[in-house]
């Protein structure tokens, strides 16, 4: 979890090439093409992360194939307005 933020904070690269490294690449290199990105079809695996000092974070929420499995903190979670979603 820790490593694309270290690697960004440190300027080793961008947060996005970093997550790419963690999780479309090794997706792809186990045959899973539903996973390791954002994309129309695919699993909708998500982390909600806290940034802390340092490049650490912190895990709020894990989403697993678009259900809510781990929530650090529930109140945090609440939906205050309703968002109309994209086809």
Same mark, same amino acid.
């Given at each position: ?11 080793? !690269? @961008? ?5 790419? %490294?963690?999780?479309? +690449?090794? +997706?792809? !290199?186990? *045959? #899973? ?14 982390? #909600? ?5 340092? *490049? ?5 929420? @894990?989403?697993?194939?678009?259900? #809510?499995?781990? !929530?650090?903190?529930?109140?945090? %979670?609440? %939906? ?8």
């Amino acid at each position: 979890l820790h490593a694309p933020f270290k690697l960004a904070h440190q300027g080793a !690269c @961008t947060l996005a090439e970093a997550w790419r %490294m963690v999780s479309e +690449a090794p +997706a792809a !290199c186990l *045959g #899973l093409g539903d996973r390791g990105r954002l994309a129309s079809g695919s699993r909708a695996d998500l982390i #909600l992360v806290e940034p802390g000092q340092g *490049g650490n974070v912190r895990l709020i929420a @894990t989403i697993a194939a678009g259900r #809510l499995v781990y !929530c650090a903190e529930p109140a945090r %979670m609440v %939906m205050r307005q309703s968002y109309s979603l994209a086809a």
